[in-house]
């Protein structure tokens, strides 16, 4: 027996090594992975976590392909469906973000309300939102590309226009706005509008998922009581380290972003209420492609719930750590 106990605490100590990539530079939207690593809850749950940021000179996805990481921040449910269309032995084991934060800004005396009137604007979009969330503009409402110009992520071109609408982030671009032009522009989360992408998901390779399946439920599951903690708790070591790696973010910055997260339900909405942050459905999944397959930007004929599973979600962990009121 003496020699067991002696053998507990050394075991107890043991922390399996994580190494998880985000898909950009660290900012608030990536709050919650680091409020876990930051406030030792990562550890807790037995991990010794690495984040490894993103940026536009980094492909995070390809070194969890190559086996050099071991889960990567997914952007939203299309990147799913394209690991299944590409044979890419991925899953998604997560989504930490109930609604896709892309939205459209207007200027305010515009009085723009639903989605069919950003028709008569021309609509500021990057290339990859032309080839996602514009294709279902089209097929849904009934868009034309004839009034589409490239955003080049400067927002000078939609300030100085009011017959404009600009893509952008419900937790980031309407602050770099106001910010830089004096108005508060308007805001359409085209995710109330029926573009029901999962966003910030969890991903990981399927043979961790078929041989460490305990390792992958104890990331998920410390990385949803991050999140809880960032979005409703003190959250100021996980905005410490953002900012250390991040020098453009500031404390008003990071304020907002977590204020919009909660307005608009981001994080925490929708079957996360009952399930917890993190949930996913098959429904909502079948849903998101259906249209997707509608708009012509997956094919049909893919077996997409091969990209995910709802092993290591909907458990309702960490629901308690959320406000009563």
Same mark, same amino acid.
Request: avoid cysteine.
């Given at each position: 027996m003496s020699l067991l106990a002696a053998m507990v605490p050394a075991r107890a100590q043991t922390l399996d090594k994580v190494s998880f990539g985000t898909n950009w530079? +660290?900012?608030?939207?990536?709050?919650?992975?680091?409020?876990?690593?930051?406030?030792?809850?990562?550890?807790?749950?037995?991990? $010794?976590? =690495?984040?490894?940021?993103?940026?536009?000179?980094?492909?995070?996805?390809?070194? %969890?392909?190559?086996?050099?990481? $071991?889960?990567?921040?997914? +952007?939203?449910?299309?990147?799913?469906?394209?690991?299944?269309?590409?044979?890419?032995?991925?899953?998604?084991v997560a989504a930490m973000f109930q609604? $896709?934060?892309?939205?459209?800004? =207007?200027?305010?005396? %515009? /009085?723009?309300?639903k989605i069919e009137d950003l028709k008569p604007l021309t609509l500021l979009i990057s290339k990859e939102g032309i080839t996602s969330y514009f294709q279902w503009l089209k097929s849904e409402y009934g868009f034309s590309e004839s009034k589409v110009k490239p955003y080049t992520y400067n927002s000078q071109p939609f300030i100085v226009n009011k017959d404009t609408a600009m893509q952008g982030y419900v937790t980031s671009e309407p602050y770099a706005v106001e910010k830089a032009a004096g108005f508060k522009p308007n805001v359409l989360l085209l995710a109330d509008f029926g573009f029901n992408s999962y966003s910030t998901l969890i991903e990981t390779r399927r043979?961790?998922?078929? /041989?460490?399946?305990?390792?992958?439920? &104890?990331?998920?599951?410390?990385?949803?009581?991050?999140? !809880?903690? !960032?979005? !409703?708790g003190d959250n100021s070591a996980g905005n410490a380290m953002i900012k250390k790696l991040n020098p453009e973010m500031n404390d008003e910055l990071l304020a907002y972003c977590v204020a919009k997260m909660r307005e608009y339900g981001i994080v925490d909405s929708g079957d996360s209420i009952k399930g917890g942050i993190g949930a996913m =459905? $098959?429904?909502?999944?079948?849903?998101?492609?259906?249209?997707?397959?509608?708009?012509?930007?997956?094919?049909?004929?893919?077996? !997409? &719930?091969?990209?995910? =599973?709802?092993?290591?979600?909907? /458990? +309702?962990?960490?629901?308690?750590? &959320?406000p009563k009121n």
């Open positions: 530079v +660290a900012e608030g939207e990536h709050g919650g992975f680091f409020q876990a690593l930051a406030d030792g809850t990562y550890r807790k749950y037995g991990l $010794d976590v =690495t984040i490894v940021p993103g940026g536009p000179n980094e492909n995070n996805r390809m070194l %969890l392909i190559a086996g050099k990481l $071991d889960f990567f921040m997914s +952007a939203n449910s299309l990147q799913t469906f394209d690991a299944v269309t590409n044979n890419v032995p991925l899953v998604a609604k $896709d934060p892309q939205v459209f800004l =207007t200027h305010p005396e %515009l /009085k723009v309300s043979d961790i998922v078929d /041989k460490k399946p305990d390792l992958v439920q &104890r990331f998920v599951d410390a990385s949803i009581i991050g999140w !809880y903690n !960032y979005v !409703y =459905t $098959d429904e909502r999944m079948a849903s998101f492609f259906d249209k997707m397959v509608r708009a012509g930007v997956v094919k049909s004929t893919i077996d !997409y &719930r091969q990209g995910f =599973t709802l092993r290591f979600v909907n /458990k +309702a962990v960490g629901v308690e750590l &959320r």
